[in-house]
T-cell receptor
Framework: DGGITQSPKYLFRKEGQNVTLSCEQN?????MYWYRQDPGQGLRLIYY???????QKGDIAEGYSVSREKKESFPLTVTSAQNNPTAFYLC??????????????FGSGTRLTVV | AQSVAQPEDQVNVAEGNPLTVKCTYS??????LFWYVQYPNRGLQFLLK??????LVKGSYGFEAEFNKSQTSFHLKKPSALVSDSALYFC?????????????FGKGTRLSVIA
């Protein structure tokens, strides 16, 4: 089945540690996105990529980094510079061409907790 | 700039009664509008979208939404609520001619359907 897979489902980070969240899709979608979800704040865009080897900052990129070496993969690294990383992280993808606009397909999310 | 407002953090409705979840938006030009639903610790699932055409859009699970250009609204409705409809609902928008810019999401409305 085609879909978008995020791993791990739960992740614990110690103070000062970098961690990487995985996002893989087999939908042949062009664009991929990372959102952060906090209670009462909705979804806030961290980074997005519309083509391999290119990505753009979203509204809250500070303390995060990404790469897009393959069309299928868009990992997110939460660096030690992100001083409040505890949140639910969602990855999404969408095609950019076609007869009509498409909504996003979302992964199941990764819950990151600082311990 | 694009923005979405969901004025109610929480909506409570009795099972069998009609439900409405409100959404207003702001974009330059014509909008693409979406509704998504999220169950606990899961990603978002697509419910319906408006691009052009009829102002009343029908979607998954018996949901529908009415596009009102003069009021810049896209309220989600269902004639008869089910307990299983209890979830977090997000409205999202982007401008029709925005060159594939990312969707902007509202802060979400928690729907609680009481038996």
């Amino acid at each position: 089945d085609g879909g978008i897979t995020q791993s791990p489902k739960y992740l614990f980070r110690k103070e000062g540690q970098n961690v990487t969240l995985s996002c893989e899709q087999n939908l042949n979608h062009d664009a991929m996105y990372w959102y952060r979800q906090d209670p009462g704040q909705g979804l806030r865009l961290i980074y997005y990529s519309q083509i391999v080897n290119d990505f753009q900052k979203g509204d809250i990129a500070e303390g995060y980094s990404v790469s897009r070496e393959k069309k299928e993969s868009f990992p997110l690294t939460v660096t030690s510079a992100q001083n409040n990383p505890t949140a639910f992280y969602l990855c999404a993808s969408t095609p950019l061409t076609g007869p009509a606009d498409y909504g996003y397909t979302f992964g199941s999310g990764t819950r990151l907790t600082v311990v | 700039a694009q923005s979405v407002a969901q004025p109610e953090d929480q909506v409570n409705v009795a099972e069998g009664n009609p439900l409405t979840v409100k959404c207003t938006y702001s974009v330059s030009g014509n909008p693409y509008l979406f509704w998504y639903v999220q169950y606990p610790n899961r990603g978002l699932q697509f419910l319906l979208k408006y691009i052009t055409g009829d102002n009343l859009v029908k979607g998954s699970y018996g949901f529908e939404a009415e596009f009102n250009k003069s009021q810049t609204s896209f309220h989600l409705k269902k004639p008869s609520a089910l307990v299983s409809d209890s979830a977090l609902y997000f409205c999202a928008v982007r401008a029709l001619n925005s060159g594939n810019t990312p969707l902007v999401f509202g802060k979400g409305t928690r729907l609680s359907v009481i038996a």
